[in-house]
């Protein structure tokens, strides 16, 4: 996660250097992929033989997180793959219209170099895409088990449950995250013999609880602006799926270039990935802050 993390960052910086398209979803690929190795790390960094049971529920939700992580990102990196084949399609054909022009006098070769320049950055971009999107497929099948099997294909993960985001029940919710916390639940139970001792337990009983209330009210934030983020991105992909379909009737009639089309096409795969990591965020928003409910987060 932390390799593929450090690559999406090395991306999404060479896209913004350039004034390529993309670089907002590499980004957000990176956000993800840290947070996921993040909350790998102190799920297994903690793991003890004298908590066998909560330990190999941590090693799943462990392993399931990264899983679903890098299937996500695997899933928008292919959509940016094609979106990336698309622009880069878009530019060839520009650069051969202008060719043709050059001939007949109507453009100029300064023109026509600059096209060229132009399709072979985004040729190269498009490689590197379809190559970093293989790349993400063949580790999350080494991760399920199903290293050499390319023939393997992945859907998609499901769609966050709005209905279920939005009835948490916040006060409910932290009773049972407080409850539920190893640290409170390990200092709650400390032997105190003398008043000393049970003055100091009651002390770390108390930081304990106030850590735990304290990561689920961010938890409940990230939460409601993944929220938010979700709309957002869903919106623009509607918007961007009508304009596809007004797009693809002008193509019909002959009205829009090829150029044009290819265009259409890419920003539109451009969108449904945006909205598609705006929906993973969401559900790693939940399956985290539902994670800290149930003492699963914490060790």
Do not use: F
Request: charged share 25%; proline share 2%.
């Amino acid at each position: 996660l932390k390799w593929e993390q450090m690559d999406m960052e090395q991306e999404a910086q060479e896209r913004k250097d350039e004034n390529l398209p993309g670089a907002e979803l590499y980004e957000s690929n990176a956000r993800s992929l840290k947070l996921s190795a993040r909350a790998v790390t102190r799920m297994m960094e903690k793991m003890t033989d004298e908590r066998a049971l909560r330990s190999t529920e941590k090693a799943a939700a462990a392993k399931t997180l990264t899983a679903k992580t890098l299937m996500n990102s695997c899933c928008q990196m292919k959509l940016q793959a094609q979106a990336s084949q698309m622009r880069a399609q878009a530019a060839q054909a520009a650069y051969e219209g202008l060719s043709r022009q050059v001939s007949l006098g109507m453009a100029s070769q300064g023109e026509a170099d600059q096209a060229g320049e132009q399709m072979r950055q985004a040729l190269s971009q498009a490689a590197a895409a379809g190559e970093q999107a293989g790349k993400m497929e063949r580790e999350l099948l080494n991760l399920l088990g199903l290293a050499g099997q390319e023939q393997t294909v992945l859907g998609k993960i499901p769609e966050p449950d709005l209905s279920a985001v939005d009835a948490v029940e916040y006060q409910e919710d932290l009773r049972h995250a407080i409850g539920n916390d190893p640290d409170v639940l390990s200092s709650r139970h400390e032997k105190a013999p003398g008043t000393s001792e049970k003055k100091q337990r009651a002390r770390r009983t108390a930081e304990a609880e106030g850590e735990a209330e304290a990561d689920l009210a961010a938890a409940y934030e990230a939460m409601a602006a993944a929220r938010t983020s979700y709309e957002g991105a869903k919106t623009v992909y509607e918007g961007s799926r009508m304009e596809q379909e007004r797009l693809n009737r002008q193509q019909q009639l002959g009205m829009l270039s090829r150029v044009q089309w290819l265009e259409g096409q890419a920003a539109a795969l451009e969108a449904e990935a945006a909205w598609g990591q705006a929906s993973m965020n969401l559900l790693q928003a939940y399956e985290n802050y539902q994670g800290l409910v149930k003492g699963l987060n914490r060790e």
